[in-house]
């Protein structure tokens, strides 16, 4: 039986849509870490003053969180729920070199992870550069400083991504030319 009560997931709050997505997630777990840090480090820079009045509190909790969400999208969720891993290193010369690893089988990814990932990775700054304005009009500094680090994590995961799922459909896109010109050669040939 159902013990969420409504049948339809429409009386329960959203819980039933969420159950729904998690039972499509290929990673339910991974999904979930995705979007906690994301959502935590939010709450917490918005709610943590209610109960703390310190915010070097404040601060360290939230930047602590943001640092959980860049580490876990850079290092787990992207490689899990897409496919793709992205790294620089710097050059001897003292330059950056971009370096992507991408799922040999995209056919293989799930497409609720998929959403989940990119959708997170998208929204999330731009609900930063709101909160930046915020802090700015209310000349709160010091919030600025956390929007700053929020945002610089945030966008370092997003450019890697990109770039990368970018070179994961250069790849893609080669593959697709280097098999159709084997076919026609094969058939013109063979």
Not at 67 to 94: I, P, Y
Not at 122 to 127: A, K
Not at 132 to 160: E, Q, T
């Amino acid at each position: 039986g159902n013990l969420g009560g409504g049948g339809d997931g429409e009386e329960d709050g959203g819980t039933g849509t969420i159950q729904s997505i998690l039972r499509e997630s290929g990673h339910p777990g991974v999904a979930i870490f995705h979007v906690v840090f994301k959502v935590g480090a939010l709450v917490s820079y918005l709610t943590l003053g209610w109960f703390v009045k310190s915010f070097v509190i404040q601060f360290v909790v939230t930047v602590t969180l943001l640092a959980f969400d860049f580490w876990t999208v850079k290092n787990v969720s992207g490689r899990l729920l897409v496919g793709l891993r992205w790294w620089s290193d710097v050059t001897e010369d003292g330059g950056t070199q971009w370096r992507f690893e991408t799922n040999e089988n995209p056919d293989a990814l799930n497409r609720t992870d998929g959403r989940i990932f990119w959708w997170m990775l998208y929204i999330t700054p731009v609900v930063w550069v709101l909160l930046g304005v915020v802090a700015l009009i209310k000349f709160h500094f010091n919030w600025l400083m956390v929007v700053v680090i929020a945002l610089v994590l945030n966008m370092a995961n997003m450019v890697g991504y990109f770039k990368c799922s970018k070179a994961a459909q250069d790849q893609m896109r080669s593959l697709v030319n280097r098999t159709v010109l084997q076919t026609a050669m094969g058939r013109l040939w063979g």
